[in-house]
């Protein structure tokens, strides 16, 4: 229910004091990751029946496949093409594919490779959560909403987050050549590729990373620093201030967003092509976001703190994950209906290597993405309810990171997989890192934005009786 009382300055002035087993909880967790990642690390053996080669013998292979193609195979090609369908569109992908069907990596595949892989996984998914939370602040910024003020806070700690994972992503490019095959495959090699290096180049990717994260961790930094100075001084001139880098940052966090998933997870795969991915890749972003908020606020309720927060905050969030999983739903198939439809070697590929590589993990992402969520949270209650809620966002939790497992190690690894000590103590390790820094974030200000120009409707906020 809402609240009925009015609070006072005192009641909303509070400083979240991290308890002493937290505390040790969260070191515990990162050290037990360490460990874990450490032992995963030296105990990793080759992929198992994996040559590995030299750049100058993709080279070689590849070019010698393009040669048969173009001289002495072309009769051969072309009976066959005629024999199962194939169109002059398919040859070329074909061609360009160097004579295979384009379902694994062309980059040499090392025991290493799948610790880079990893690390690119849990940063991005961590990034996620702090970028779908800069969406969050930033579209009820704009929207004039009142409800969320309670509970903006979160959020905020959750963007300050964003240096870390620039750290990891400049981890990542110094590594780049252990996972993308434009950066590892010469030119000259593969048609296909070479016709994207006027995008799909080392000097852009950088650049347009340093551009993407640098924009977004200003906007971040700057509503931050507003919020907080708006808690000092009061008035209104923040909050309006606040709007205009909310307007700018919506704008330009709309197409850089989707550029973002294709420079860093979808070029894993650069023979694929899709018009839906970056839409796909947000609606998981705010799926899991709405869920991970929705349970620190229910977290940070049973330390004591937050007392102006009621049911319907936490009822709102879930209604988003609710929402936003269906929505992800609708993405997933409308993509995947328009590739099976086309029947084209280029788009067809990604599903076909999921299927018979990795049939196990994509039931459970469509299991935990969307049929959890969508049956777990069609009752109103279920969004309330701590004991409907918390499982359900924990198996989204699991569902994301699932999801972002499909999208990287495909691309990276092919067939090489594998799920043990090396990703659990890289998730746990990186988990560890993400809440002592929100944690830590929101110790140094107070919880709630005490001055904001809707507090008051937001502590009164309701969804009607239960």
Not at 266 to 292: C, D, I, N, Q, R
Not at 383 to 397: A, D, S, T
Not at 439 to 444: A, G, I, W, Y
């Amino acid at each position: 229910m809402a609240h009925g009382k009015h609070f006072t300055q005192e009641e909303l002035t509070e400083r979240l004091v991290i308890p002493q087993k937290i505390r040790r909880t969260i070191y515990g967790a990162i050290g037990l990751g360490l460990v874990l990642l450490i032992f995963g690390l030296l105990t990793a053996k080759a992929p198992s029946g994996h040559v590995d080669h030299d750049t100058h013998d993709t080279h070689s292979a590849l070019v010698d496949n393009s040669s048969l193609h173009k001289t002495g195979g072309q009769d051969h090609d072309q009976h066959e093409d005629k024999e199962h369908g194939h169109d002059d569109h398919g040859e070329h992908a074909e061609e360009a594919h160097g004579g295979g069907h384009g379902h694994g990596p062309q980059h040499t595949i090392t025991k290493y490779t799948s610790f880079f892989a990893n690390f690119l996984l849990n940063n991005l998914y961590f990034l996620t959560l702090a970028m779908g939370a800069m969406f969050f602040v930033a579209v009820h910024q704009i929207g004039n909403s009142g409800w969320h003020t309670a509970i903006k806070r979160v959020p905020e700690a959750f963007t300050m987050w964003l240096p870390v994972a620039i750290v990891g992503l400049a981890v990542v490019a110094i590594f780049g050549n252990q996972l993308y095959d434009w950066l590892a495959v010469p030119e000259g090699a593969d048609a296909l590729i070479d016709k994207k290096r006027a995008y799909l180049n080392l000097t852009g990717w950088v650049i347009r990373g340093i551009i993407f994260l640098g924009g977004w961790y200003l906007a971040a930094r700057v509503l931050r620093r507003f919020s907080l100075r708006e808690d000092e001084l009061g008035g209104v001139s923040f909050f309006k201030k606040s709007n205009g880098v909310a307007a700018g940052f919506i704008v330009f966090f709309g197409f850089t967003y989707v550029l973002f998933s294709i420079d860093w997870v979808k070029s894993l795969e650069p023979h694929w092509f899709s018009t839906m991915f970056g839409v796909y890749f947000f609606a998981g972003t705010m799926a899991t976001v709405s869920a991970v908020m929705g349970l620190f606020v229910h977290f940070l309720r049973r330390l004591g703190y937050m007392a102006y927060v009621n049911d319907a905050h936490v009822h709102d969030l879930f209604k988003y994950a609710f929402g936003f999983s269906i929505f992800w739903g609708y993405i997933f198939i409308a993509q995947y209906l328009l590739i099976w439809y086309s029947n084209l070697p280029e788009e067809t590929m990604y599903y076909d290597t999921r299927f018979e590589y990795y049939h196990f993990w994509f039931g459970l992402k469509i299991t935990l993405c969307f049929i959890v969520p969508f049956l777990g949270f069609m009752t109103r209650n279920a969004k309330r309810i701590p004991k409907m809620f918390v499982p359900i966002g924990i198996l989204m939790i699991c569902g994301h990171w699932v999801d972002l497992f499909l999208m990287i190690m495909p691309g990276s690894v092919g067939e090489h997989w594998h799920f043990g000590l090396t990703e659990i103590g890289m998730f746990v390790t990186f988990a560890g890192l993400f809440a002592l820094v929100v944690l830590t974030v929101m110790s140094k200000a107070n919880m709630v934005a005490r001055n904001h120009p809707y507090l008051e409707e937001s502590v009164h906020h309701s969804t009607g009786a239960v």
